[in-house]
């Protein structure tokens, strides 16, 4: 059996099978007892062919739709009058334009259609939304809004009844064979025995099949119920909205065209819309148009489709098409594929049950012949070989129905669909326990995984970040909540504190809101929150600092950089940079401190090393690190150029503590007990890695921590010597990531699972063989890279 199925079921991989795999398998399979049901939980790889064609087609229109609009933009002088006239019942809502011209305004990148309807403000206004606040809160407009422009659902495929089971299942071969013995055994008995007698054993067949069906159709039909439950968990996707003023989580599904999104890097676009604000925002549109370059988004190309994914910076988009109006909308329309990719074991118990099958099929037949040579045995012996009575065809129907049986019972027709309804239920436990797992494969080859690659913050740590430490004006000093600001100020010259505040509120992804409570709420990143909370401490006015300079550029931070960084204009002239990040990089681009008294001195030996001990002393007692640093610019600075990466003046060193989850140290044992590896990559400062590391048990005597750069150099053959020992890996970048995993895999023959929780280890995920996006944040990008 074990040559059977390496011959015939070999090739099927954990993901990314190809189709012709797939289809060379299940047309093995053909000869089986209902195959509709055995593959129901299966991709339906008609549907998929119909939709890669449709993804070409969008992808071509998408393609020219931007180069005319890009030509148009050449020979547009003016704005011209527009002709467009407003439907009476959009009018009769309240509103100036239709979901029809939006539509084609975005879709079509329309820059013409744009201007003459006012540029995003005037369709803000004809929206009846603002920029600022967002939508009111108005439940009667809320409402007109979505009759006139829909809402932010994709159409799905309608859930099938309890009687559409029922008579999927009255269409397995062996039942209607057994139906049709059941009526001449009716026929033969009533004709022979007469009425009721004669009709005994045709009831008794016609009661076993009913009961076959219902409990079939039960089966499946709770099945089918089991995978709309886990849809609907893998659906829960919330997104940073403004609404009625107030900056809130919301679920994508409630978006209506005029709410104001925030997105940032890692994010998916929800639905179609306009730049609104932001900085430095780069688009991958492959998805759609199949182009792997990304697209920057501005004021001057401020058009964003639904189903896109944000690369690098944050942004304020205004929402204008939803649903079944976007282009991925009508993308989705084309993807019931019916399922997932059938996983290898899924694969091979298919082969299992045919080959049984055949076994069965191969003794029926044999049986029958052995029953039928007995029958004609005995009446050649008797002399009645030529003479046929009713008695002797009810006794060749029983001959046959005991056939049909031996079928029945020897096919394993229901393993398959056990399995995948166990691997099924794993999936949901584990989102019950916020391990997002995209594929049913994963929770297959999970049981048989040997190397665990797990990110650091979020994923080991609790992900709730606060400042415990700080080295302000070279002087360390504990955070004390309990304390006031004053006492720890006191040791801090006045314009250094501004300073400070000045570089915390202002470069930084997070914000400080009111919620409807009206109580101040920290937005953003743990980091960037653990920094604004800081700030407040201090004594400082997050909407005061906010507005004072007016911000000219901004580059977010992301894990290739390791820093981010904004330019001002202050008040009373003049250009300041602002930059955070790793410590180590943030100090090598420091050349002046500011000292006790408020100064600005330059950087020497004694105080580089009396940072870098600061920075040691924290890391060691596994603490984050941040540098804070500044510098003032020449006022012929320009928004398109780059904010400099040497010059600074380093403001001082934050320390935040971010604990170990509870049972993580527990978990590493019993992952080591049982042969798994587990090993830590992590973009954090070494020593600080180092030490979460041993607190968890990860890090051993035997083992080796190492830091991106160093390993990114190495060679093929280093690696090969050093890939084993490695137990940390710090200051990593996704691609660092991403090779460490591709040689485990590859070179080492291990089985990988990767956990993480942001979009830096969405490239590790999509490499790894089992991948788990722990659901905190970033998880968007994650979760639809998984194995």
């Not at 009846?128 to 009759?147: F, I, V, Y």
């Not at 009961?211 to 499946?220: C, G, I, Q």
């Not at 326990?433 to 049981?447: F, S």
Request: hydrophobic share 40%; proline share 4%.
């Amino acid at each position: 059996m074990e040559s059977y199925l390496d011959e015939n079921f070999s090739g099927v991989q954990p993901k990314n099978s190809p189709v012709e795999v797939l289809q060379r398998w299940r047309n093995l399979c053909s000869v089986v007892k209902n195959p509709k049901r055995r593959f129901r939980f299966t991709a339906n790889l008609s549907k998929r062919g119909e939709a890669a064609a449709m993804r070409r087609t969008n992808q071509e229109k998408l393609r020219v739709a931007v180069l005319v609009s890009k030509a148009a933009l050449q020979f547009i002088q003016g704005v011209p009058v527009s002709d467009y006239v407003v439907p009476e019942e959009v009018k009769a809502a309240g509103f100036q334009i239709c979901a029809d011209e939006l539509g084609s305004i975005v879709e079509g990148h329309d820059v013409k259609k744009l201007k003459i309807h006012g540029g995003v403000d005037g369709i803000a206004q004809k929206l009846s939304t603002s920029t600022t606040n967002g939508l009111p809160a108005d439940n009667k407009l809320l409402n007109h809004r979505q009759e006139i422009y829909g809402i932010n659902k994709f159409t799905e495929t309608q859930a099938r009844g309890f009687l559409v089971f029922v008579w999927e299942a009255l269409h397995d071969m062996t039942l209607i064979i057994l139906a049709v013995c059941a009526l001449v055994s009716l026929i033969v008995g009533i004709a022979m025995e007469g009425w009721p007698a004669g009709a005994h054993d045709g009831l008794g067949i016609v009661a076993s099949i009913l009961l076959v069906v219902f409990v079939t159709a039960t089966s499946d039909y709770r099945q089918s119920l089991q995978f709309r439950d886990l849809d609907k968990e893998k659906k829960k996707i919330s997104i940073q909205v403004t609404r009625n003023g107030y900056r809130q989580k919301m679920s994508i599904y409630d978006l209506l065209p005029g709410d104001i999104v925030h997105l940032s890097i890692g994010d998916q676009v929800p639905a179609d819309g306009l730049f609104v604000s932001g900085f430095c925002v780069s688009i991958d549109e492959s998805s759609l148009t199949g182009e792997s370059e990304p697209v920057m988004i501005s004021a001057e190309n401020p058009f964003l489709l639904s189903g896109t994914k944000v690369q690098d910076g944050s942004c304020k988009m205004m929402i204008t098409t939803v649903g079944m109006k976007t282009q991925w909308g009508k993308l989705m329309a084309t993807l019931s594929e019916g399922g997932d990719d059938e996983t290898p074991l899924q694969v091979k118990l298919n082969g299992v049950a045919t080959f049984i099958g055949k076994i069965g099929l191969v003794f029926a037949v044999v049986t029958f012949a052995v029953l039928v040579q007995g029958l004609f045995s005995r009446k050649l012996g008797e002399g009645t070989h030529w003479s046929w009575s009713g008695d002797d065809a009810l006794e060749m129907l029983e001959f046959f129905a005991i056939a049909v049986t031996i079928v029945v019972v020897a096919v394993p027709e229901g393993l398959p669909l056990a399995v995948t309804l166990s691997l099924a239920f794993a999936m949901k436990k584990m989102m019950n326990d916020k391990a997002l797992v995209r594929h049913l494969a994963a929770c297959e080859t999970m049981g048989s995984a040997t190397c665990i690659c797990s990110d650091k913050t979020g994923t080991l740590t609790t992900n709730h970040m606060t400042v415990v430490k700080s080295c302000i004006c070279m002087n360390v000093k504990d955070v004390d909540r309990q304390s006031d600001a004053s006492s720890f100020c006191s040791e801090i010259p006045d314009s250094t504190v501004k300073l400070l505040l000045q570089s915390i509120f202002n470069n930084s992804g997070g914000e400080v809101v009111i919620n409807k409570e009206g109580k101040l709420e920290i937005l953003g990143s743990p980091t960037d929150a653990a920094l604004l909370e800081f700030g407040l401490f201090l004594g400082g006015d997050f909407q005061g600092e906010r507005q004072a300079p007016k911000l000219i550029k901004v580059e977010p931070f992301n894990s290739t950089k390791k820093r981010m960084g904004v330019v001002l204009e202050l008040p009373g002239g003049g250009l300041r940079a602002h930059t955070k990040g790793a410590s180590e990089i943030i100090l090598a681009a420091c050349d002046k401190v500011i000292d006790s008294n408020g100064e600005v001195v330059p950087l020497d030996e004694a105080s580089i090393d009396h940072l870098k001990a600061t920075i040691n002393q924290f890391a060691s007692e596994a603490l984050r690190t941040l540098c804070l640093a500044y510098m003032e610019l020449e006022n012929g600075f320009s928004p398109n150029d780059p904010i400099p990466l040497s010059g600074y003046t380093c403001i001082g060193i934050v320390g935040i503590k971010d604990p170990v989850r509870p049972g993580v140290k527990e978990s590493v044992a019993i992952c080591r007990s049982a042969g798994i590896t587990v090993r830590m990559v992590t973009g954090d400062n070494i020593n600080t890695a180092k030490a979460i590391a041993r607190e968890c048990g990860i890090l051993t005597d035997e083992g080796i921590a190492i830091e991106g750069p160093d390993f990114r150099e190495k060679s093929e053959e280093e690696l090969v010597k050093l890939i084993p020992k490695i137990q940390v890996m710090a200051r990593s970048s996704p691609l660092d990531k991403h090779t460490l995993v591709k040689h485990l895999r590859t070179t080492f023959g291990e089985v990988v699972a990767v956990t993480g929780d942001g979009t830096n280890d969405a490239p590790a995920l999509h490499e790894a063989d089992i991948g788990l996006a722990m659901g905190i944040a970033g998880t968007e990008v994650s979760v639809l890279c998984l194995s």
